[in-house]
């Protein structure tokens, strides 16, 4: 059994910075590539970061050099530092994860959800 579980989410001010994080835990062997989307009410989920086992990153243009993904192989764990944050970041922040686990079997596995409010 896989599961991933999001923290740090909140209700922040324009311009302030938030940090998220997200843990992987169960029956792993390897983990691959380690992402973050969200989804704002009435629009689709759409990819924020990604970051590869090797820390190769990409960004979606709408975060760009705002948004900074990083990950620790040794803890299992994905982070998103946020900053300059603006009222559109608002939405239900999910990370993901390809995981190959102890039986051999591969799947993309999706945490629960944290929100994230960007208001004054």
């Known amino acids: 059994q896989v599961q991933l579980v999001e923290s740090g989410g909140g209700l922040v001010q324009p311009g302030g910075s938030l940090g998220l994080s997200c843990a992987a835990s169960?029956?792993?062997?390897?983990?691959?590539?380690m992402n973050w989307y969200r989804q704002a009410p009435g629009k689709e989920r759409e990819m924020v970061a990604v970051i590869d086992s090797a820390g190769t990153t990409h960004y979606s243009d709408s975060v760009k050099g705002r948004f900074t993904i990083s990950r620790d192989n040794a803890k299992n764990t994905v982070y998103l530092q946020m900053n300059s944050l603006k009222p559109e970041d608002t939405a239900v922040y999910y990370c993901?994860?390809?995981?190959?686990?102890?039986?051999?079997?591969?799947?993309?596995?999706w945490g629960q959800g944290t929100q994230v409010t960007v208001s004054s």
């Open positions: 169960g029956s792993i062997k390897s983990i691959y590539g």
């Open positions: 993901s994860a390809g995981i190959l686990d102890t039986n051999s079997n591969f799947a993309n596995y």
